[in-house]
């Protein structure tokens, strides 16, 4: 990186600017400042903070601004405590001939490698301040399609707890009291009434078990999906879950797709990309896939050839890497198909949320009926016994 995008001028012209060593600056950091620097290095920035860092400090520094002086004015700005600190730090490294790429590496929990990655590449080109604008670009791209997912599972989340907590009350306070006139003689009950009353008495009386179990239930699942064989055989399993299958397949190779074409755009080795982007897909299934596929390159065996009748990639993706891998014209390839992806998504979610819609009304009138079935039918069979006597 030129020293113009490293350094303000009172900075070069300072007494201290002859000590260049970075271990005279851990030195000078109080122990506070190390504790507190530490706290802040496994927080994470939210995604929509770095789009903004990156698109004004891409203006600062295309309008000729020093990277020090620009990364100065932004963390006075800057309104979130964690990455106010963050960006003081940077400062401060920068001052002591660090790159940027290097500021990020001490962050990890903030900042992907791809981005480090794409960062460095760039700064040894010198075209840091239009790569930013364009990491930005992609960064939010990627965001909004993260929001679309997640903005798709909230609304049948809000419905599914509502209707927990219906049934836990109705549990709880309604049917014990409905159920109350048939304690004389349960022997006599259909086979529906007897299962509402387990269930009534499972909440009334164990519902301390019934958490407890939840409890270690969501737990054992993060502690057991975090293992490297379960991990994998847990991403297996969501690849071959009905409807939802298409959605996350679609969802990695959108990621993998934009990820990928950055890094070989930037100027990345197509081997180091696959590696840096097998972390990035977040499925254990297509990360060792892609670490083999980076194996095959090494041995000289072209891109395409190797994922030619993979169930993982369509068939679509594999013909337009074919082509334009002959083309020299992979990374601007692989961003349309990026591109049409995230479009597939976008319509995935659009007709699963007009799907869970209903699916979710006829499960609640499902255990609507169940409940009204099981305490009805009681009251008609006494009904008939006194007609009948």
């Not at 002086?69 to 001052?95: P, V, Y």
């Not at 169930?311 to 074919?322: E, G, N």
């Amino acid at each position: 990186m030129s020293d113009f995008l490293i350094l303000d001028e009172e900075v070069k012209d300072s007494p201290s600017w002859q000590k260049k060593d970075n271990s005279w600056l851990e030195w000078s950091k109080t122990f506070y400042d190390k504790i507190n620097d530490y706290f802040i290095s496994i927080q994470k920035v939210k995604t929509k903070d770095k789009v903004v860092f990156y698109r004004l400090l891409s203006t600062m520094t295309n309008a000729w601004m020093s990277l020090v002086k620009s990364i100065s004015i932004l963390e006075k700005q800057e309104k979130n405590e964690t990455f106010r600190r963050m960006l003081a730090w940077f400062c401060e490294d920068l001052r002591w001939w660090k790159n940027l790429s290097e500021c990020m590496l001490d962050y990890p929990s903030s900042f992907t490698e791809a981005e480090i990655w794409i960062i460095k590449s760039w700064e040894k080109t010198w075209q840091l301040n239009s790569s930013l604008k364009d990491l930005a670009d992609q960064l939010e791209k990627i965001n909004w399609i993260n929001w679309k997912i997640v903005s798709a599972m909230i609304y049948p989340a809000v419905i599914l707890l509502v209707v927990i907590w219906v049934i836990a009350v109705m549990m709880i306070l309604v049917v014990p009291k409905l159920l109350a006139i048939f304690a004389w003689n349960p022997d006599w009950l259909p086979a529906s009434t007897q299962l509402l009353i387990a269930i009534s008495d499972a909440f009334v009386n164990y519902w301390y078990i019934m958490l407890i179990v939840t409890i270690w239930f969501v737990v054992f699942i993060k502690v057991w999906s975090r293992t490297p064989d379960w991990h994998y055989m847990l991403d297996v399993f969501k690849l071959k879950i009905p409807v939802f299958w298409a959605l996350n397949q679609k969802l990695i190779l959108s990621k993998f797709a934009r990820v990928f074409s950055w890094l070989v755009w930037s100027g990345v080795s197509i081997v180091e990309s696959l590696k840096i982007v097998s972390d990035a897909v977040w499925n254990e299934v297509y990360k060792q896939r892609l670490l083999l596929l980076g194996e095959d390159i090494s041995w000289g065996i072209k891109m395409w050839e190797s994922l030619d009748g993979d169930k993982l990639f369509p068939d679509m993706m594999v013909q337009m890497i074919q082509v334009w891998e002959q083309t020299a014209k992979l990374d601007s390839t692989v961003l349309k198909v990026a591109d049409f992806y995230e479009e597939q998504v976008d319509n995935i979610v659009w007709s699963l949320n007009k799907l869970l819609e209903p699916f979710i009304i006829v499960t609640l009138a499902i255990i609507v009926w169940f409940i009204a079935i099981a305490i009805m039918q009681p009251i008609m069979n006494m009904a008939d016994t006194v007609s009948w006597g």
